[in-house]
């Protein structure tokens, strides 16, 4: 693990604590929001350890908070983590190595992990990047619903105080210095406005991965014919 962190520079280790503080605080969101909700404080603590996956566990929590089945609040998460199977493509040379270590590496593949080893080009960054904010998330994470379980009977609503905002603004914050090539705008602007559109219309999680769509417009190219110099349009 140290050669790993020797590995990156300061900078985006700098980036990968900052990203892991920010989820330890949506965790304790979700921590508090369990408690208060009525479910007994190992749910939430045995979800985080086992699903970690905000998003899918929010959903999850809020189907069985809502009077949901066990059935619908899984079937829910699974789709919500759909699009993992496509960061996971993304991301597979950095777990070339023996069964366990990639059985391992793929639970700490959540959004964050996979957006910071995506964004090296050389493969030993790309594999420090992940493994360390993979890990790093993990352990913040489950620190941070430990912490929300524990206090959750304390803050009252915990809604009320914006935590679980926090990982959405971290992600934004990963995206927007990608948005400056043309390309990466369209894609997202397309698959924004995709799902943005579903909502009224499909389930929570759906219009996300729908939004998925948007990387189609990568091979949007916008191209004239080339006209030699000298010569007009005879038309």
Known sequence: ?????????RQLRRDIGA??????????????????SGQSPWVPLTMSATVFAGGAQFTM???AAGGGTTAAAVLAGLILNARLLVFGL??????QTSWRARLLGSHLLVDQAAAFAQA?????????????????????????????????????????????????????????????EATARRC??????LALAAVPFLPAGLPVLLGLLGLAAAGVTRTRPATAPGTADRS
């Open 1 to 9: 693990m140290r050669s790993l962190w020797n590995t990156l520079d």
């Open 19 to 36: 990203v892991g503080l920010a989820i330890g605080v949506v965790g304790a969101s979700f921590g508090a929001i369990a408690v208060t």
């Open 61 to 63: 929590l809020g189907i």
């Open 90 to 95: 993304s991301v597979a040379d950095v777990l």
């Open 120 to 180: 090296q080009r050389d493969p030993h960054r790309r594999r420090a990047a992940y493994l360390l904010c993979g890990a790093l998330l993990y352990l913040t994470w489950n620190l941070g619903t430990l912490v929300g379980v524990l206090a959750g009977r304390v803050v009252g609503d915990p809604r009320a105080l914006g935590l679980d905002a926090a990982e959405p603004m971290v992600f934004l914050a990963l995206v927007l210095p990608a948005l400056r």
């Open 188 to 193: 997202a602007l397309t698959g924004a406005a």
